[in-house]
């Protein structure tokens, strides 16, 4: 049985709580007593939106796919920024959100349950990216060297996305991956 449609701006509320619970949690031992909790709403309240935990959690994982997407191409298309920052803020935005998570087993555990319905539409917000970055490379003139050596800019686009994964497994704290980050930004975009 499909959900009930509700009022949009109360159910935004409760998937945006949500998604702090199940990031503590992790999807097996969160409860809907915990989102309800978190929502500030009755557990039957919370019934009425989802109806079942599923529901939510698919909610939860597709609200922040998009949040994903909107820092991260906001980030991107800054024309009041250099390149360099436009690139270290879209990076940052698409991967630091898990360097700061303290319980990273619980966020993998989240990621294997939404492996099943969300890896596709995350495959296709990484391929837009490495896209986008390709063509703001190719923009600003920054892939030219690159091209000469032999490499796309997709190439290159491939490699900063790689880097920016790669950084935020192996950094203890956002500063030291925004430091990270930025060695690589800058390799690939020197004069």
């Known amino acids: 049985m499909p959900d009930t449609p509700q009022p949009a701006g109360r159910r935004d509320g409760i998937v945006r709580a949500a998604v702090g619970v199940f990031l503590r ?4 031992k969160t409860s809907m007593d915990d989102v309800a909790r978190a929502a500030d709403i009755s557990r039957q309240g919370l ?3 989802f109806k079942t935990k599923n529901a939510l959690f698919r909610a939860v994982v597709a609200q922040m796919l998009d949040d ?3 820092a991260t191409w906001q980030a991107l298309g800054r024309a009041d920024h250099t390149v360099e920052e436009r690139l270290a803020g879209a990076f940052e935005a698409f991967h630091a959100v898990t360097v700061e998570i303290v319980d990273r087993e619980t966020y993998a555990e989240t990621l294997r349950a939404a492996q099943a319905f969300a890896a596709a539409p995350m495959s296709r917000l990484e ?3 490495v896209t986008d970055v390709a063509a703001l490379l190719t923009q600003s003139g920054r892939a030219n060297a690159w091209e000469a050596a032999g490499l796309s800019a997709t190439d290159v686009a491939q490699h900063l996305f790689d880097a920016s ?4 497994y192996e950094s203890a704290s956002l ?3 925004r430091r990270r980050l ?3 930004v800058r390799v690939v ?3």
């Open 25 to 28: 949690f992790g999807p097996r």
């Open 47 to 49: 019934y009425l939106h």
């Open 68 to 70: 994903l997407r909107g």
């Open 127 to 129: 391929h837009d990216l």
């Open 165 to 168: 994964a790669g950084a935020k």
């Open 175 to 177: 500063d030291e991956y």
């Open 182 to 184: 930025r060695v690589s």
């Open 189 to 191: 975009t020197r004069p």
